[in-house]
């Protein structure tokens, strides 16, 4: 009799499970049926989008490469973040080498320091970073806005890498120094390698932060041929005479299929990584 209750209560669980898991995934995939179906949509306003279009067209594509700068955007986007993704994986990989693995005054008050920069969204220093670059010419720069990106995510990406790293053996960098290899040298030859999950999924994450970035190059770039997708896609819909809602998702679509194709071929480095980071930091 206790097992066939146990059973039941069993059933009810896995049912409610299956229906909040059904839940959730309604809640996410419509919003995306949404957006893809408006894409196809004629006309250009919110009362011909929907997850199903009843008259199908390319019209919209075909309008997104002819009549905006959408390639100028994608390729502005994507030089940021290429520089992001560079910057962020050199830089992480060797500030969480140096915390992990020398020892030196004032070493636990700089991770403390990174440990509460974290904490902070880098919106909230958007003013001071606006006059940092008025002082020093970088507005209206695409390289500038990259650095920002870099700094903004290197100490969440340093602690990443530090976790990573402290568990890593330290046998191996010992071993190579009886041999007398430098340090630079065992981090170069040995530790790095040993990082390639972490900085897979430094990479891919780095890589894809400055497509969805809105508020910082809204601040900093201020002519037209600088604007990233995100400030040209948003100004399809703010227009005062005229919101394309129909092409500004279509441009959502092109821009999301190259980042969704790039999460579905790396997967398993990605989920490698997060679990390494999990478990080791």
């Not at 940092?132 to 209206?140: A, H, M, Q, T």
Request: hydrophobic share 55%.
């Amino acid at each position: 009799m206790a097992s066939a209750n146990q059973r039941a209560r069993d059933r009810v669980t896995t049912a409610l499970l299956h229906l909040q898991l059904l839940a959730v995934a309604v809640v996410v995939v419509f919003p995306l049926l949404w957006v893809v179906g408006s894409s196809f949509g004629p006309g250009g306003g919110l009362a011909n989008a929907g997850p199903i279009p009843a008259d199908a067209t390319l019209d919209n594509y075909a309008e997104l490469f002819t009549q905006t700068d959408y390639g100028r955007w994608y390729l502005n986007s994507l030089y940021v973040a290429v520089l992001n993704m560079a910057g962020s994986v050199a830089l992480s990989a060797l500030c969480g080498w140096v915390f992990a693995r020398i020892r030196f005054r004032g070493r636990k008050a700089s991770m403390l320091g990174i440990l509460i920069l974290q904490m902070f969204p880098s919106f909230l220093t958007a003013i001071a970073v606006y006059m940092l670059f008025l002082n020093f010419g970088l507005l209206d720069s695409l390289t500038g806005l990259a650095l920002v990106s870099i700094a903004a995510a290197l100490p969440y990406n340093t602690w990443l890498m530090k976790g990573y790293t402290d568990n890593l053996p330290a046998s191996l960098d010992e071993a190579a120094a009886l041999d007398g290899a430098g340090r630079l040298t065992i981090f170069r030859k040995i530790v790095l390698p040993l990082m390639r999950p972490m900085l897979t999924f430094v990479a891919i994450t780095s890589f894809t932060a400055p497509w969805m970035d809105f508020i910082l190059p809204r601040l900093l770039l201020q002519s037209s041929d600088k604007q990233t997708v995100a400030i040209g896609l948003f100004q399809l819909i703010t227009d005062q005479y005229a919101n394309d809602f129909t092409t500004f998702a279509a441009g959502a679509v092109v821009l999301a299929v190259p980042i969704t194709i790039l999460y579905i071929v790396l997967q398993r480095h990605l989920v490698t990584g997060a679990m390494a980071g999990a478990e080791k930091g």
